[in-house]
């Protein structure tokens, strides 16, 4: 009696190698952000994941790629933190509070998500490919805030002397400024410090009350209760 072929069967599915792949990446920014972008290699990779060194390279094939690989999901996932930030808040200067405070604390420590970002800026001047992920970032980034500091004025909440574009620039350079001191301890800088500073920083150049500005959102939320 013949048999039917027995059909192949994938040992692994397309959900668990999508699964593994985020893992990998996952603790491949963790050490780009505490080791630098130069000591992510397919073994220590793979110490942080179990995974085995052949494993990481069927997946990505060459450092290069893993490195790029990381970068992309890092930054894309922060696109994404950002815009959630942006849907969330119910009010304009909600809105600009939450996402001036998330550039300081967001749902990565301020150590991990910055120590990231510090060595992929550095990585990206030599790297063309890397280069292209964080700018593409950094358009979106820079892109919610101009939204967000328009509609602010337009709506009479705020008074800046920049137009939105120069200010969204502006307050994105002050942040990485902010970001690279306090990482590195200067001006005994905390991400707490950080955090008073930029809201005080923007709430100056937004042409409004400082403390008003501060307790905005606590008043919101109060108000919403």
Not at 23 to 33: D, F, K, L, P
Not at 77 to 99: M, P
Not at 104 to 116: H, I, L, M, R
Not at 144 to 156: C, P
Request: charged share 25%.
């Amino acid at each position: 009696m013949n048999q039917e072929p027995r059909k192949r069967t994938h040992a692994v599915t397309d959900e668990a190698i999508a699964e593994r792949r985020e893992t990998i990446v996952a603790h491949a920014a963790g050490i780009i952000a505490t080791k630098g972008v130069d000591r992510c290699t397919f073994g220590a990779v793979s110490e942080a994941t179990s995974f085995s060194v052949g494993m990481i390279q069927h997946y990505f094939r060459t450092r290069e790629r893993l490195v790029l690989a990381t970068v992309e999901y890092r930054t894309g996932a922060s696109v994404r933190e950002w815009q959630n930030i942006h849907s969330a808040s119910t009010g304009t200067l909600e809105r600009l509070f939450d996402l001036l405070t998330f550039a300081v604390e967001g749902e990565t420590s301020f150590e991990q998500a910055w120590g990231f970002w510090i060595e992929v800026y550095s990585a990206a001047h030599k790297d063309e490919n890397i280069r292209v992920h964080v700018a593409t970032a950094l358009l979106a980034w820079r892109g919610i805030f101009e939204a967000t500091l328009d509609e602010a004025v337009r709506e009479g909440l705020i008074r800046p002397f920049h137009d939105p574009e120069v200010l969204a620039t502006l307050l994105l350079a002050v942040v990485d400024g902010l970001a690279i001191q306090t990482l590195n301890g200067i001006y005994n800088h905390s991400p707490a410090k950080m955090i008073e500073t930029l809201r005080r920083f923007a709430a100056h150049e937004f042409g409004i009350d400082e403390q008003d500005f501060v307790s905005h959102k606590s008043q919101a939320a109060t108000a919403a209760r």
